[in-house]
């Protein structure tokens, strides 16, 4: 076998999760880690190893209000709710969600994984991030962002807020519990990731990432993972690992690996016809998903959507950044404003997020309940890694979930129907005719979007992994992403998937030295 097939660590997935572990791996020059990515370099952007500290987002403008979580504007959002690897956005919204998120998951049976760990882990990147690039005080850095709002549909969505008492203020970057989206990437410069990688490895040469490169599935000797069968466009390819695999392929690729490795429920191995190597019942089952939908509105009289800043320095800069770029670069993001609230006046605390989104002929308004009890599941349908999964979604079976949607699209239109904003736009669709509440759950079902899925490799009481994520019924075989998270937080997942990631590695390195 190659040596360039042999290395310390597989990393299964480069996505957030996946580069916090390999930047954390790759700091003991010892190590030789290995980055398995299915998606090529093109339109990608990677945080391994080169870039983690610019994936952290060190210097943030957000808001919030008093007493109601407020609104802030980003970037670039990744839709896809069910993926793992590569994101394919050059920017995501960056939430660390709220302390009662995780105490949560301590009252399940989860052990160590506590608000205390991962505020321990998010504060730790961002010190390496203010450390390794220092753009605290370079203003000329890609983080910076417009002063405002850079389009007078986005201004008159502010507007609107605050006529409904979301108030905008501007906070510092210490993030409070609930209703913070610090943004990750850059607005402004948005580069392939192959230029990254080829900056970054020149300086930190034991971390490598194989494009094109599909996991199969997991090698094993009895129980002990020792490497990964994988598909590359010149055919398939054994790599062998010295020390650990560790999954960070997502809540769908995650238990799809494991299964078709064997591992999982042994009825659904039988059925698909795939020899059983350790028995865990628990594997694909618990996937939680946000289920959302979106108005649409058209712009009666406005100015349409300009996406160039406001103050003449700032078009400057802009029109040299622009120079700069490719021409097929956006310049802004796809989610100009997000707001984070109560579906309910009466409710004591936020349970959902509005996602505003301007274009040249109007708006989206977007809306999302926070924490679903709704659970589905996932699972192969046969031996082979291009059969397609089975997947049963699951959102909306719970009278919880239903009466929130509900809730949240009546605020939602509340909202829309508030000056300035009503003055300056009509709702196109779903349309006046979707009010009852039969209705609107209809509307979301077939219309909406889905979006952070976790659990399908979820810790705690009879779950896949164990508290060091360790593959439960196997060795070396680890899980290391947002698949293990019991339930969802009132946040965007990818702050704490990469927290996931930055721990593991700490794990990791523990284990190395109590081996030796």
């Not at 190893?49 to 007493?67: E, L, M, N, V």
């Not at 100015?303 to 310049?331: F, G, N, Q, S, W």
């Amino acid at each position: 076998m190659s040596s360039k097939n042999v290395v310390d660590y597989i990393i299964v997935g480069g996505g957030a999760a996946g580069s916090a572990l390999a930047h954390r791996l790759g700091e003991n020059s010892q190590n030789r880690v290995l980055v398995i990515e299915a998606g090529g370099p093109e339109g990608h952007q990677l945080a391994v190893p080169s870039r983690f500290a610019q994936a952290t987002g060190p210097r943030y403008r957000h808001w919030q209000a008093p007493k109601t979580p407020g609104v802030r504007r980003v970037g670039r959002r990744s839709t896809d709710g069910l993926g793992g690897g590569l994101p394919r956005t050059s920017g995501t919204i960056r939430n660390w969600g709220g302390q009662a998120d995780y105490e949560t998951w301590e009252a399940a049976g989860v052990t160590g994984w506590t608000w205390a760990r991962f505020l321990g882990a998010f504060t730790a990147m961002e010190r390496h991030a203010a450390g390794a690039t220092g753009l605290h005080d370079d203003d000329s850095q890609p983080f910076a962002e417009s002063e405002g709002p850079p389009d007078a549909t986005s201004e008159l969505w502010i507007q609107t807020l605050a006529r409904q008492g979301i108030e905008t203020v501007e906070l510092g970057t210490t993030c409070p519990p609930i209703a913070c989206s610090p943004q990750s990437a850059s607005t402004d410069v948005r580069t392939g990731t192959a230029r990254q990688l080829l900056h970054g490895y020149a300086r930190q040469r034991n971390v490598r990432v194989r494009f094109n490169c599909t996991a199969r599935r997991i090698l094993f000797d009895g129980t002990t993972a020792t490497g990964v069968e994988a598909a590359t466009p010149r055919g398939t390819v054994r790599i062998t690992a010295r020390r650990e695999v560790i999954l960070c392929a997502g809540a769908v690729g995650n238990p799809l690996l494991l299964e078709r490795s064997g591992i999982g429920d042994p009825e659904v191995l039988t059925t698909a016809g795939v020899h059983i190597i350790a028995a865990n019942p628990a594997v694909g089952s618990n996937l939680r998903q946000r289920r959302g939908a979106a108005f649409t509105l058209r712009l009666n009289g406005v100015p349409e959507y300009d996406p160039k800043p406001a103050a003449p320095t700032a078009r400057l800069r802009a029109r040299v950044m622009r120079a700069l770029r490719r021409h097929d670069t956006p310049a802004h993001g796809d989610i100009s404003i997000l707001a984070v609230f109560n579906s309910d006046h009466s409710a004591s605390s936020p349970d959902m997020e509005l996602l505003f989104t301007p274009a040249r002929a109007g708006a989206t308004v977007g809306f999302a309940p926070h924490s679903p009890t709704s659970v589905g599941m996932v699972h192969i349908s046969g031996p082979a890694w291009v059969d397609p999964p089975r997947l049963v979604p699951g959102y909306l079976s719970t009278d919880h979930d239903k009466e929130i949607t509900i809730a949240a699209f009546a605020r939602t239109r509340e909202i829309l129907a508030t000056n300035p904003l009503a003055s300056a736009m009509t709702e196109v669709f779903p349309g006046a005719d979707i009010a009852d509440p039969t209705d609107v759950l209809q509307y979301v079902r077939e219309h909406g979007f889905t979006e952070q899925a976790v659990g399908t490799c979820a810790l705690g009481l009879g779950g896949v992994v164990d508290d060091e994520l360790g593959v439960r019924g196997t060795h070396r075989l680890r899980v290391a992403d947002a698949s293990v998270m019991p339930t969802l937080t009132t946040s965007d997942t990818q702050a704490a998937s990469m927290a996931v990631g930055w721990i593991a590695g700490d794990i990791l390195r523990n284990a190395n030295t109590r081996s030796r």
